[in-house]
């Protein structure tokens, strides 16, 4: 039986390792579509705020781990399925074929139709790729403007300051983090930001770029 796994982000690695546990003789390939070894974004933070290296993201840090547990990992880039033939379409190469197929394929940002939203020097912070270009712009008192300030937008907010930029956050919602905390525990962290330099712009929409 060859299991294939699409996605090498946490739910792919969890998902090899689980199945090698439980199939000790099949065969399992994890395919991997950034061109990296199997990271976490959520050490994305992290690794702006200079806390740790890119190897500091990667999720399993003993070397030869995938090797060891009998788990192929392959670089590529999956463009369709066929599910009769039970075939993965990949780019520049064969296709693969599998007798079961996962899709821990994860999710991707909105990036909110704005003029302007694709110019150089707008980034999305999702990839390891996104972070590197962040870091060399995102330099102390470079100017930066975060657009979003939800879970994720804080904590990257968090690294941002870390890092020492001239920060400003939009947030559409009448405060910080409006899914997940309420005008008090909103009100402490917008004055959180006050206090570290950073301007909070709230029930404010980025209109162009
Ligand atoms: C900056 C940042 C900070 C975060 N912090 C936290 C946190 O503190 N706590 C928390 O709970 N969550 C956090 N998250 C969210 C968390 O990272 C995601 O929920 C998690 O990565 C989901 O894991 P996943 O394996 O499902 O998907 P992903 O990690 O997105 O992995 C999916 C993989 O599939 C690949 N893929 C997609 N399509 C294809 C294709 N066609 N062919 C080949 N490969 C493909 C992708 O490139 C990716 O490598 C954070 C996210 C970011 C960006």
Redesign the pocket.
Known sequence: MHHVI???????VTAAETLRQMRPNDEITL????GEAPY???A??YLLHGQIDEGGTHLRQTPGHFDTLGINIRE????GIDTRAKALF?SGSEDIAYDRLLL????S?IIPPLEGATLPGVHP???LEDARKIVERAEPGAPVVLVGAG??GS??LEALVGRGADLTVVELAPRMVARMMDETAGGMLARWCETKGVRVLTGAKVERI
């Open positions: 699409l996605g090498a982000g946490p739910a792919g395919i991997s579509g950034e976490s974004r959520m994305i933070p590529a880039r999956a463009g990949v821990a394929t994860g999710a940002p912070c999702w990839t879970f994720i904590i990257i």
